[in-house]
């Protein structure tokens, strides 16, 4: 099983609670690739916000800045916010990217958990799911095709036109990032495209069904079953005991989820919700090394196997100290107990 890291960039605080500058934050972000690289971990991702508390508006922008400074990690998007961009232009950057990386890059595609990028980019958001579908197709499309014709509803219409530049990577890897929609699913199933379930909360088997839903669609479509790989991005963070992990992950993960509840209608945080995800059948990763790891394999059988897990982690105001050492520990602690035991 693949093991990794996803990050949205955050603005994050010094050991005196102080803001750090975005220059630190991001030179640190970078510091933490090189060390997830270091410990062996397989995948670093790299979210797509247009917010003020992220610095991961241009992410292969900084998937560039640390390809040229790790050796044999895989570098990804986490998601790109495929709706919101031209796919020709999505294609080049991660093509590059996968030059300067030397065959290291890949794309998790989505349609985002925030709608920023529709007003910004003068989107229209009735469009959400069209401007989707039709962006998914034509990357794929150019993918395949070095010369291309293709005709759309939103894009300008391309006649034998060449994409350029080609990636070192014969094809692409190219994965769906999904919430818990079953028609993403089944579309991911139907394209036969590796599927990338972010569970952020409530109990992951549950999602079991929808998995379900996309191994049949694959199927059925004429994939064959080991080409149907689904990943698994969680909420986690991994420190020596689990008491000192959830103390240390709560405050600031109850502090940004509150303040995106406003946004959104939701309630405050509760202790006790959080304390449920934490539990044995909660989505969330947090924990000592053993207890973590366990809690993978967990996920694993009960979602049918996964090929990756990632842990989302620096949206919780944790310390650029704490983050190190927590890559640390699921590299050279969580990791080999996950690989031993699938």
């Known amino acids: 099983m693949e093991i990794g890291i ?11 609670g102080e803001t750090i500058t975005p220059v630190q934050s991001i030179n640190e972000l970078l510091e933490r690739m090189v060390k997830a690289d270091e410990v062996g971990l397989d ?11 992220f610095l991961d508006s241009a992410p292969t922008m900084i998937l560039a800045a640390a390809a040229a400074r790790t050796k044999r990690i895989k570098l990804t998007s986490a998601v790109t916010v495929l709706s919101a961009i031209d796919p020709v232009r999505a294609f080049q950057n991660f093509a590059t990217l996968d030059l300067i990386s030397q065959g290291r890059a890949e794309m998790v595609v989505g ?12 989107l229209d958001l009735e469009d959400y799911d069209e401007l989707f579908t039709e962006n998914l197709d034509l ?9 291309l014709n293709w005709k759309g509803k939103f894009r300008p219409a391309l006649y034998n036109q060449a994409i350029y530049p080609r990636p070192l990577q014969q094809k692409l890897p190219i994965w769906i990032g999904v919430g818990g929609t079953p028609q993403s699913f089944v579309r991911a199933g139907m394209l036969g495209l590796p599927l990338m379930v972010a569970v952020i909360g409530g109990e992951t088997h549950r999602f079991r069904p929808l998995i379900d839903l996309y191994r049949k669609a694959g199927l059925k479509a004429g994939f064959a079953p080991e080409e149907l790989q689904v990943g698994l991005h969680s909420l986690g963070y991994v420190a020596e005991s689990t008491e000192q992990a959830i103390e240390e992950f709560y405050p600031g993960y109850a502090e940004m989820f509150t303040n995106i509840g406003k946004e959104r209608g939701w309630p405050p945080v509760q202790r006790s919700h959080f304390d449920s995800q934490t539990g044995e059948l909660g989505a969330f990763l947090i924990g000592n090394p053993q207890e973590v790891a366990e ?10 196997g996964i090929t990756r897990v990632t842990f989302q982690m620096d949206n919780a105001g944790l310390t650029h100290e704490k983050l190190m050492n927590a890559i640390e520990l699921i590299g050279t602690q969580v990791a080999p107990i996950v690989n031993q035991n699938s």
């Open 139 to 147: 990357l794929l499309k150019i993918r395949e095709n070095e010369v």
């Open 43 to 53: 995948v670093f991702g790299i979210g797509e916000h247009h917010r003020k508390e």
């Open 6 to 16: 996803d990050s949205f960039a955050a603005v994050l605080k010094n050991n005196q």
């Open 295 to 304: 809690k993978i394999l967990r996920h694993s059988e009960a979602l049918g």
């Open 111 to 122: 349609r985002g958990s925030f709608i920023d990028a529709f007003p910004l980019f003068g």
